[in-house]
């Protein structure tokens, strides 16, 4: 489905929505390419036309809106919040609104981001809708990419974890984060890598490597010791994140799946990505 030497950077791409640091990070970087690139956003929307974006100011689940904002695009790129996803259905929502705004459009491509270990029948909420949003994906009228990753290493979540109470067995539990410029790499080599088949489905997996491994506590930790800001969510503001967080960011998925990392030649272990962790 994917030929890397596919090149077509006269239609836009269309990142949405954009409402995290990994979204608007995206788009710089698409931006950078030289393409043209469009946003669907509700807030810092006058930074995103200074960059070069062209905005539209719909909501992420709005099929008609989102459909209008893809005339003449050739790549959605579907960035949802996911830890931090106000509900289960909210998010499967969004993400039908996307994948049926894009086939009404003629969209040549979407692209999800998911997380590591995401199935139907996967033990906790996050992952078994997401499941449930990759087998929509699978079965559109277009060719569609997800990108499992593991704990990405978000401005937004280290600002939750620092100022929300977890409980010690969250604290203890072992993962290994991601830098975020590492992810927006891969979803930005993805793009460019623009082939001309007209259906197929493909799964890439991205999942931290092993020398980044240490209790999530030993993070949250540093993170608030550097004096960074802190948000308190109770259970109803994120219900999805404690049982997440309790999931395996680790392990490989079970599925044979394709390496991001080995596909698109970025190194998450890279000394300036690596920075970002450890920051």
């Not at 070069?52 to 959605?76: I, K, N, S, W, Y």
Request: charged share 25%; net charge negative; with cysteine.
């Amino acid at each position: 489905m994917i030929e890397r030497a596919s090149y077509d950077r006269h239609m836009p791409v269309l990142v949405t929505p954009v409402a995290s640091d990994l979204s608007r990070r995206l788009v710089d970087r698409l931006l950078d390419e030289g393409g043209q690139v469009r946003a669907v956003a509700r807030d810092h929307i006058a930074e995103l036309r200074a960059a070069g974006a062209m905005v539209a100011t719909a909501d992420p689940d709005d099929p008609g809106r989102l459909e209008a904002a893809m005339t003449q695009v050739h790549t959605v790129v579907h960035v949802p919040d996911l830890l931090l996803a106000r509900s289960a259905q909210a998010l499967e929502h969004e993400a039908g609104a996307v994948v049926a705004a894009a086939e009404g459009a003629g969209v040549r491509r979407v692209i999800l981001r998911s997380v590591v270990g995401a199935r139907e029948d996967a033990a906790e909420p996050l992952r078994r809708l997401l499941g449930r949003v990759e087998r929509r994906f699978a079965e559109a009228g277009l060719p569609t990419i997800v990108v499992r990753t593991g704990m990405v290493d978000e401005v937004e979540l280290r600002a939750v974890l620092s100022g929300t109470p977890l409980p010690p067995d969250l604290r203890e539990r072992s993962v290994g984060l991601i830098p975020v410029a590492a992810i927006v790499e891969v979803l930005a080599r993805l793009d460019a890598a623009r082939s001309t088949a007209e259906q197929g489905h493909v799964v890439f997996t991205a999942t931290a490597a092993p020398i980044t491994v240490r209790p999530l506590g030993d993070s949250v930790s540093t993170w608030a010791a550097a004096g960074r800001a802190a948000v308190y969510l109770d259970a109803t503001s994120a219900p999805l994140l404690h049982a997440a967080l309790a999931g395996d960011w680790i392990a490989p998925d079970g599925e044979a799946t394709l390496d991001a990392w080995g596909f698109t030649g970025v190194d998450p272990c890279g000394a300036e990505l690596a920075a970002e962790v450890d920051s």
